[in-house]
């Protein structure tokens, strides 16, 4: 099973759920809304971070929050992984977190003012038997410890790190016949929706006094079955 998302996302929060955005992916397509920004590019690629970075700066005056929802998961047995499935995981799931996060926060210290939200995955905390994970594990888990590790780092600079640890959510990438197994795999008994991580992203990005939160979305899956 192979799933890609591929995305990055800033945004400059204005007022009451109204932002300004930027987003990045390889074949996104440019917006007609004023306030949404749209940058074609490898994510993974340190050039691409540059100009995503440089883009908010200059179009919107700052960087209030990056959402880093960047990710490949490829479901293999772990000795069955090639060398191209590990460069590739990798350079999605952390370099592209690594080269993003630097240059944001670097931009965010000058305004004593932040937040980074973290996209991992709930088979961090709680594996499961048929859906191989282990690079998923390897990098969103990593992203995890991250989290927390920059939330300590920049708590007295005023910004805030935390992440959003899904379940499956349904998607395109996801085909019908399939929904019903996914199903199974969540103790409240189907997939979440996007709007679930939309919503907590959103809640995270409001709460000012939470830092360092990893916010399971994930239907009761890593509390156990």
């Not at 998961?73 to 460069?87: E, I, L, Q, S």
């Not at 409240?188 to 830092?211: K, N, Q, R």
Request: no cysteine; net charge neutral.
């Amino acid at each position: 099973m192979h799933l890609y998302l591929a995305r990055t996302t800033l945004f400059v929060h204005r007022g009451k759920l109204d932002y300004r955005v930027v987003a990045t992916a390889r074949s996104i397509k440019p917006s007609d809304d004023p306030n949404i920004m749209t940058v074609a590019g490898d994510i993974a690629d340190p050039a691409t971070a540059q100009r995503v970075i440089s883009a908010a700066v200059d179009r919107f005056g700052r960087i209030g929050t990056l959402v880093n929802n960047a990710g490949i998961f490829v479901a293999k047995p772990f000795t069955r992984y090639t060398a191209k499935d590990y460069a590739a995981i990798t350079a999605v799931n952390l370099s592209s977190v690594f080269h993003n996060t630097q240059l944001a926060i670097a931009e965010m210290e000058k305004n004593a003012s932040g937040h980074v939200v973290n996209i991992t995955t709930s088979l961090t905390d709680h594996a499961i038997d048929g859906v191989p994970s282990v690079l998923a594990s390897l990098t969103k888990g990593g992203l995890n410890t991250a989290t927390k590790s920059l939330a300590i780092e920049y708590a007295q600079r005023g910004i805030r790190a935390n992440a959003v640890s899904p379940g499956v959510i349904k998607s395109p990438m996801h085909p019908k016949e399939t929904h019903a197994a996914l199903d199974t795999l969540h103790p409240i008994g189907h997939m979440g929706e996007m709007s679930d991580v939309v919503g907590a992203v959103l809640y995270l990005d409001s709460a000012p006094f939470v830092t360092g939160e990893i916010l399971h979305v994930d239907g009761g899956q890593s509390a156990g079955h």
